[in-house]
C-alpha cells in the first residue's frame, strides 16, 4: 500500500484536476454555442441571399432591361447634360447687347455666364445625394422643368439683376444633369458594358459649350 500524499502535494492534484475539468467543459461547451448561434442567424442570412437572387433577376432591375431602353435613358441623360452646359456659352455672343441695354461695363456683362457655371458646380452638392435618396427619375422630372422656367424667364427679363439671379436658379436648376447622368449610367449597364453609353454621355458637357 502507497504511503498518503504530503498535504501541499494533495492540494495541488486537486487544483489540476478542477482546471482540466473546467478547460474539457469549455471544449465542449464552446462548438455547441458556436453551433447555436450560427443555426440562429442562418435563416437571416438565407433570406438575404434569396432576396439578392430575386432582385437580380427581377425584371424591374435596370440591369435586366432591354437594349432599346438602356439605350433610351442614356439619351436622356446625355441630351439633359447637353442642355446643361449649352446654357454656359449662349449668352456670351450678347455680351455686347448687355451691355448697351443694361447700361453696364463688360466686366458685368460676363457676370450673367459666370454666375451660371457657378451655379452648375453648386448644385451636384445637393443634387447628388437627393438622388440616391429619393431615386434619379424624381431629381430629373423636378430640375429640368424647373431650369427651362428660370432661363426663359432670363431671356425676356429687362432687369439686370433679374437676369444675374434667373440665369444663377437655371444653372443651379440644370446642374443635376450633369451630377447623376454618370450614376444612371452605372444603374443600367454592368461594368463589362459602361465604356460606350460613358463615352457618349462625358461627350456631352464639351459639345454644349462648342455649340452654344
Excluded at 455686347?96 to 441695354?101: L, R
Excluded at 430629373?140 to 426663359?152: K, Q, R, T
Aim: proline share 8%.
Amino acid at each position: 500500500m502507497a504511503p498518503p500524499a504530503p498535504m501541499g502535494q494533495t492540494s495541488d492534484i486537486e487544483s489540476a484536476n478542477t482546471t482540466e475539468k473546467a478547460a474539457m467543459t469549455t471544449a465542449i461547451d464552446g462548438p455547441t454555442n458556436g453551433r447555436a448561434r450560427d443555426e440562429s442567424s442562418s435563416p437571416d442570412q438565407a433570406h438575404q441571399l434569396d432576396a439578392a437572387w430575386v432582385w437580380e433577376e427581377d425584371p424591374a432591375n435596370p440591369v435586366n432591361w432591354s437594349s432599346r431602353k438602356k439605350l433610351l435613358q442614356v439619351l436622356a441623360a446625355s441630351t439633359a447634360a447637353f442642355t446643361a452646359s449649352v446654357g454656359t456659352s449662349l449668352i456670351s455672343p450678347g455680351r455686347v447687347q448687355i451691355q448697351e441695354e443694361f447700361n453696364v461695363t463688360s466686366v458685368q456683362a460676363i457676370l450673367p455666364l459666370s454666375l451660371y457655371v457657378f451655379a452648375l458646380g453648386l448644385g451636384p452638392v445637393l443634387s447628388g445625394p437627393l438622388s440616391e435618396t429619393l431615386g434619379r427619375l424624381p431629381v430629373y422630372l423636378g430640375s429640368m422643368p424647373i431650369g427651362a422656367f428660370f432661363a426663359l424667364g432670363a431671356g425676356l427679363t429687362h432687369n439686370f439683376h433679374a437676369l444675374c439671379f434667373l440665369r444663377f436658379m437655371a444653372g443651379f436648376a440644370f446642374s443635376p444633369s450633369l451630377a447623376i447622368g454618370a450614376g444612371t449610367i452605372n444603374d443600367v449597364y454592368e461594368p463589362s458594358q459602361r465604356a460606350m453609353p460613358s463615352t457618349l454621355f462625358i461627350l456631352m458637357p464639351f459639345l454644349g459649350p462648342g455649340f452654344g
